[in-house]
């Protein structure tokens, strides 16, 4: 016989309970903002993984178009030298041009 107030134990098995009690209702909140805190991280790496590789690429050709520069610098210097030479050359011409008129007026 029980006593006023006393609850029988459920049989084995048998849910207690259809409505899930107040932590159950806690836990669920918190595992679904856990998830979707991961979520959010995921997609965080996910940009951030697309971004450093963007930034590679970007180095990258900045490296490359550090070597053209310094190619076409060098190339720029060659031909400065020559055009000076071409120069030099042009006022020996202009030299020796003077020089021969000056003989033939006198021949």
Do not use: W
């Not at 909140?29 to 998830?35: A, G, L, P, S, T």
């Not at 990258?60 to 030298?81: G, P």
């Amino acid at each position: 016989t029980m006593m006023p107030g006393e609850t029988q134990p459920p049989p084995a098995g048998f849910a207690t309970a259809a409505v899930p009690c107040v932590n159950c209702g806690v836990l669920q909140q918190n595992i679904d903002e856990y998830v979707a805190a991961l979520v959010a991280l995921k997609q965080k790496m996910i940009d951030g993984d697309r971004l450093l590789t963007e930034y590679q690429q970007k180095c990258t050709d900045i490296l490359y178009f550090s070597v053209k520069i310094s190619a076409l610098r060098c190339q720029v210097e060659q031909m400065l030298q020559k055009i000076l030479h071409l120069e030099k050359c042009q006022k020996e011409l202009c030299s020796l041009k003077a020089e021969l008129e000056e003989k033939k007026v006198c021949l």
